[in-house]
Nanobody
């Protein structure tokens, strides 16, 4: 599977961004597409995941209803709509595939390149 993330940028606190992950070469082992993020000096952390076939979604606790993950089977994309952004959301955001629902980066099979999100205060 190949994954390519896009959509990052600079926004003010309270603003919104929509990230997109283009998916190609999906295999039967890539059942879930996830979003992770990594802030400077921090470990990569789970943000959200969606089971490709079922559309079932999961979110990290810190999302608190601000983000929405979605997938478009026709376009082969997984988007992450991020609203009410905070400075602590500043990070490089990555999309990753996994064979099952995961919460840690070690469980991912494949990674796309990251896209930088910067939220200014």
């Amino acid at each position: 599977v190949q994954l390519q993330a896009s959509g990052g940028g600079l926004v003010h606190t309270g603003g919104s961004l929509r990230l997109s992950c283009a998916v190609s070469g999906l295999t039967t082992s890539d059942n879930v597409i996830n979003w992770f993020r990594q802030a400077p000096g921090e470990e990569r952390e789970f943000v959200s995941g969606i089971i490709w076939r079922e559309g079932k979604k999961r979110y990290a606790d810190f999302v608190e209803g601000r983000f929405t993950i979605s997938r478009d089977s026709a376009k082969m994309t997984v988007d992450l709509q991020m609203n009410s952004l905070r400075p602590e959301d500043t990070a490089v955001y990555f999309c990753a595939s996994s064979s099952r629902s995961i919460s840690i980066a070690a469980g991912a099979r494949s990674w796309g390149q990251g896209t930088l999100v910067t939220v200014s205060s």
